[in-house]
């Protein structure tokens, strides 16, 4: 299994994870700004049909040639999805942007849709063919454990992909009871909590992008939810599914499935 696993790592590397040939614009701004076309390149948009349109209802990272990973909540058994990677404009027409079906949709088994708080939204999607990396179609690295300063990309209300800089709040900050208290998990990840900036509706599923020491972006998160008191709420930072804690069961479902 270990072997495997390593080698599952040497190739995403081969294929320059977390090394976008756009590099983003790492700017200070704190409450959002429209990123450089194609700057995230392992940034998907899940979309579901209804009434013959597609609709974009979540973000989520290419993090294998034929994988996707996203918010358990992001998922409804009784909708049609499909991946659309490439894209920067929802839109417009875009060179090397591709609509992908799903082949299967893998969501935790302890995930439970009514007590979001219990954690493990995540879920992975195989696509039904792979997808080739050029320079706006990459993968994104999946993080190791660590605590920096990261960028958060999505949005829906604006037709172009935006980012903004997050703090990252370390779980002592965030489980203090004046911030997400008991809700907070150790599986989870809280970036934002100023009262400026914050995830909101159509940013679940979207990846929390995080500089390492060697150069390279990694997806420490994946958006999970927000304050039923608002999406900027002050002590209520955007609470983030820590990837870390599920590399065990991200390796597996790719692995058996």
């Known amino acids: 299994m270990i072997s495997i696993v390593l080698a599952s790592v040497l190739i995403a590397n081969a294929l320059g994870c977390g090394k976008p040939s756009i590099e983003p614009l790492a700017s200070r701004v704190v409450n959002g700004e429209d990123a450089i076309p194609h700057s995230w390149p392992w940034q998907i948009s899940l979309q579901y049909e209804r009434d013959g349109e597609w609709r974009h209802t979540c973000g989520g990272s290419l993090v294998a040639a034929n994988w996707v990973m996203t918010a358990a909540h992001c998922i409804n058994t009784k909708l049609s999805y499909r991946v659309f990677v490439g894209k920067h404009n929802l839109v417009e027409e875009e060179a090397d942007s591709q609509a992908i079906?799903?082949?299967?949709?893998?969501?935790?088994?302890?995930?439970?849709?009514?007590?979001?708080?219990?954690?493990?939204?995540?879920?992975?999607?195989?696509?039904?063919?792979?997808?080739?990396?050029?320079?706006?179609?990459?993968?994104?690295?999946?993080?190791?454990?660590?605590?920096?300063?990261?960028?958060?990309?999505?949005?829906?209300?604006?037709?172009?992909?935006?980012?903004?800089?997050?703090?990252?709040?370390?779980?002592?900050?965030?489980?203090?009871?004046?911030?997400?208290?008991?809700?907070?998990?150790?599986?989870?990840?809280?970036?934002?909590?100023?009262?400026?900036?914050?995830?909101?509706?159509?940013?679940?599923?979207?990846?929390?992008?995080?500089?390492?020491?060697?150069?390279?972006?990694?997806?420490?998160?994946?958006?999970?939810?927000?304050?039923?008191?608002?999406?900027?709420f002050v002590k209520k930072p955007t609470v983030f599914t820590r990837v870390s804690a599920f590399n065990g069961w991200i390796d597996r479902v790719m692995m058996e499935n």
């Open 101 to 232: 079906l799903p082949e299967k949709i893998i969501v935790h088994e302890k995930w439970n849709p009514i007590f979001v708080a219990f954690g493990n939204d995540i879920a992975m999607i195989k696509l039904s063919q792979s997808v080739p990396v050029n320079d706006h179609v990459r993968l994104g690295c999946i993080a190791q454990p660590s605590l920096c300063l990261c960028f958060s990309a999505g949005g829906p209300i604006a037709d172009n992909l935006q980012q903004a800089l997050m703090p990252v709040a370390d779980h002592t900050t965030c489980s203090q009871p004046d911030w997400w208290g008991i809700a907070l998990r150790t599986s989870m990840v809280c970036a934002g909590g100023d009262g400026i900036v914050g995830g909101c509706n159509g940013d679940s599923g979207g990846p929390l992008n995080c500089k390492n020491s060697e150069d390279v972006w990694e997806v420490h998160g994946i958006a999970s939810f927000v304050s039923g008191l608002g999406c900027n």
